[in-house]
C-alpha cells in the first residue's frame, strides 16, 4: 500500500508539472503537435486584429532616447569591442571570427534595449549624453550592460553576467523562425501552414507577426524532451508565437528555439 501511495504521488507531481507547462508555454493556444511526428504544423484559432506589433516581440525601451540616439549608443557600444567603425565594415566580418557575435552569427554583439541614464539631481546636464545599452553576446553567452557617452562616443563603464535572458528582440525571433525554417522536421510544416493561408510561399520571416518569450530549461522540468533543452538559461533560448497577417496562429508552442546552438526542440509531446 505505501509503494503504491508513493507511485500514485509521484505520478500527480508530474501531471501538475506538467499542466503548468503547458499553461505557461501556450498561452491559450490550441496545442496541435501530437503523436511524435512533426509532419505538418496546423495553424489554429480565430484571425486576430493586424492592429500593432505585438508588444513582446520587442525590448521595452524606459528612458526617452530619440531612435537616432539609441542606435548610435548601440554602435558605440558595439564597436568597443569589435573594433570597427562603420555597418560596412561589420557586414565583411566573417561569422567565424573572433569576438563577440551576434543572433545571426555575424560580427559584434547583439543589441536587446538602449534607455537614457537617469541624472542625480546634483548631476549636470553633461550627463544626459549618457545612454546604458545592453547587449547579448553569443560567442560567450553573456549579457552584456555598457554605459556609453553619445558626446564623446566612448564607453565609460560596463559589466557582464551570465543566466540571465532578458525578453528577447523582434531580431531574435525573426532569427528564430530562420531556424525552424531550416530544420527538415519542422521547416516543411511551417511553410505548409503559410501557403494553406494565403496561397504563396513562405520565404521570410518579415511575413509573419511574431511574438515570444525566453525560454529556461528549468520550466521543462518533468516534461518530456527536457533534457533536449536542459542548457536553457546558460544558452539563450525562445520560444514562438506565429501568426499569418489577417489568419489564424500558427501553433509552435511546443518548438523551443536554441540560438546559441542553431537548432529546434520539441518537447511535452
Known amino acids: 500500500m505505501t509503494d503504491n501511495a508513493t507511485d500514485k504521488g509521484a505520478a500527480d507531481t508530474r501531471r501538475r508539472r506538467h499542466r503548468r507547462w503547458r499553461v505557461s508555454a501556450a498561452l491559450g493556444l490550441t496545442a496541435v503537435l501530437a503523436g511524435g511526428g512533426i509532419a505538418a504544423l496546423r495553424t489554429a484559432g480565430s484571425p486576430a486584429s493586424d492592429a500593432s506589433e505585438p508588444a513582446a516581440a520587442v525590448a521595452s525601451h524606459s528612458g526617452r532616447l530619440t531612435s537616432e540616439e539609441s542606435r548610435e549608443a548601440s554602435r558605440i557600444a558595439i564597436d568597443a569591442a569589435t573594433g570597427t567603425r562603420t555597418a560596412k565594415d561589420r ?152 501568426r499569418i497577417p489577417g489568419g489564424k496562429w500558427i501553433d509552435t508552442s511546443r518548438i523551443v528555439i536554441d540560438l546559441s546552438a542553431r537548432r529546434a526542440a520539441v518537447i511535452g509531446l
Request: glycine share 8%; with cysteine.
Open 91 to 242: 557586414q565583411k566580418a566573417t561569422k567565424k571570427s573572433d569576438g563577440e557575435r551576434n543572433a545571426a552569427g555575424g560580427s559584434g554583439a547583439e543589441p536587446l534595449d538602449t534607455r537614457r541614464v537617469p541624472r542625480a539631481k546634483s548631476a549636470s546636464s553633461a550627463t544626459d549624453s549618457r545612454a546604458e545599452v545592453q547587449l547579448y553576446d553569443y560567442a560567450s553567452d553573456t549579457l552584456i550592460t555598457r554605459v556609453v557617452d553619445l558626446r564623446s562616443k566612448k564607453v565609460l563603464d560596463a559589466t557582464r553576467r551570465h543566466g540571465v535572458q532578458p525578453p528577447p528582440t523582434l531580431a531574435e525571433a525573426r532569427e528564430a523562425v530562420k531556424v525552424i525554417l531550416a530544420d527538415r522536421r519542422l521547416g516543411p510544416g511551417m511553410r505548409e501552414s503559410y501557403a494553406s493561408q494565403t496561397g504563396k510561399r513562405l520565404a521570410s520571416p518579415a511575413q509573419l507577426r511574431l511574438q515570444s518569450m525566453s525560454f529556461l530549461g528549468s520550466r521543462a522540468e518533468g516534461v518530456d524532451g527536457a533534457r533536449k533543452v536542459s542548457r536553457c538559461g546558460e544558452h539563450r533560448c525562445v520560444q514562438l508565437f506565429v
